[in-house]
C-alpha cells in the first residue's frame, strides 16, 4: 500500500436510484486521484449520494473534483448531494460558496427535505 492508500479510501455502492459514494481520510492533492476516480466511475442514476462524514481534509483538489463532478452529474440530468460532511469540511463548503450550488444534507434528511444551514455545522 502506498501512503496515499493509507490516508484515504472510499467506497461504492449501486442501487437502482441511487449511487452512494462514501469517502474517508484526507482528499488532498495526494489522494484526489483515487476520489476523482471514484466519482467518474459511479455510473449513471438519477442520485449521487457522496458521504463526507469521514473526510476529514478537503483541499482545493477535492474541491475542483467534487465541483467537476456535480457538473457532469447534472449534464447526465442527476444530481449530486453531499451528505454529513465533516464540520471542518463543511467549513470548506460553506466558505467557497458551495453550498449554494451543490446540495448539502445532514442527518438522514431525504434528498427533497430542506437541509440545515451549514452555519450550524462549523
Known sequence: ??????RFHVRLRVADDV???RAVGEIDIATVGA???????????PLLRLDLSGVQV???????????AHLR????????VVVDPDPVVARVLRVGG?????????GDAPVGAASR?????A
Open 1 to 6: 500500500m502506498t501512503q496515499a492508500e493509507d
Open 19 to 21: 449511487v452512494e459514494v
Open 35 to 45: 476520489f476523482r476516480a471514484a466519482l467518474w466511475a459511479a455510473p449513471a442514476r
Open 58 to 68: 478537503l483541499s482545493a483538489a477535492g474541491v475542483r473534483a467534487l465541483v467537476a
Open 73 to 80: 452529474v447534472r449534464a447526465r440530468g442527476g444530481e449530486l
Open 98 to 106: 458551495l453550498h449554494r450550488v451543490i446540495a448539502v444534507r445532514h
Open 117 to 121: 444551514p451549514l452555519a450550524a455545522c
